[in-house]
């Protein structure tokens, strides 16, 4: 198995948490999706039409998506993790789904624009670039479709970064949207669901360390059970599979300088 993943992206981090809790051997082959872009090259989009990371590669099979990655991940745990559980396995989906309805991208660059002004002007500058230079391979792209779709979603971006509400009401919006994730999260025992993991301790240990990462940690340790998340979420990190998996809790810029 081979799996095209970036060090610094959200879903490539579930991907590799999830393939590593599960003790499933597979090569990650880092992609550079800031600077070089690799995620526009032909090759890849190939194998990923939507031009994004994580792909896994198993001979024929291939996916394109994080969940189902994850979802391949808990089948091949089997009752290694609490997926397969009868009575667990409804409540572990809805946990998962309510998970994939955050969307992290905002999330994570409204922060950054908050952070650092002069990214307000950055990004949607960089994605103007972007679309104009799949603008320019339209006319003799074997799959026109894909890029026009890249183009859409990137001009959609510019529009939520430059306009509407200020960042600081689009970051309360979704401040409020993780506080409800986090409401609904059981009380942990060991894992989320029991003694064992499921989908939703991968999913919700990446999100904890995305908050920790931008700086947002803070709704955590507010929530009412605060301490019991912040002891889960301690101890996840403790798992070899955390470690292996090289989930960003700070922002390492120079990695994405370097394309490490
Ligand atoms: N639904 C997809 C989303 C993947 C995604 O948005 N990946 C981001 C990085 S976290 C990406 O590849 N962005 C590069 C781009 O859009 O050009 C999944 O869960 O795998």
Redesign the pocket.
């Known amino acids: 198995m081979i799996l095209y993943s970036?060090p610094s992206?959200?879903?490539?981090m579930?991907?590799r948490l999830a393939l590593n809790t599960a003790q499933v051997s597979f090569e990650n082959h880092y992609m550079d999706?800031h600077v070089r872009?690799d995620?526009?090259a032909p090759w890849y989009i190939a194998l990923n039409p939507?031009?994004?990371?994580?792909t896994l590669v198993d001979g024929k099979i291939i996916l394109?998506?994080?969940?189902d990655?994850l979802h391949l991940a808990a089948s091949l745990a089997g009752n290694q993790w609490l997926d397969v559980d009868v009575n667990l396995a409804s409540p572990i989906e809805s946990i998962v789904k309510a998970h994939?309805a955050i969307p992290?991208?905002r999330l994570t660059f409204c922060k950054a624009m908050m952070h650092l002004p002069i990214l307000k002007y950055i990004f949607p500058h960089a994605l103007g670039s972007?679309m104009k230079g799949l603008e320019a391979r339209l006319a003799s792209a074997k799959d026109s479709a894909a890029l026009q779709a890249?183009i859409d979603?990137?001009q959609s971006r510019i529009t939520y970064f430059t306009q509407g509400a200020s960042l600081q009401a689009k970051m309360a919006v979704e401040r409020k949207r993780v506080s409800a994730y986090l409401n609904q999260l059981p009380t942990p025992n060991h894992f989320l669901f029991g003694d064992k993991p499921s989908s939703a301790d991968i999913v919700t240990a990446v999100l904890l360390g995305r908050l920790k990462m931008i700086g947002e940690y803070a709704l955590v340790t507010n929530n009412a059970r605060g301490a019991v998340l912040d002891q889960w979420f301690s101890r996840m990190q403790q798992e070899t599979a955390f470690q292996q998996s090289d989930i960003w809790l700070r922002f390492q810029w120079w990695r994405i300088l370097l394309k490490r």
Do not use: R
Request: proline fraction near 4%; aromatic fraction near 10%.
């Open positions: 970036a992206s959200y879903y490539s579930i991907s999706i872009k995620q526009l939507h031009m994004t990371v994580p394109i998506d994080s969940q990655i994939y992290i991208e972007i890249k979603l990137n």
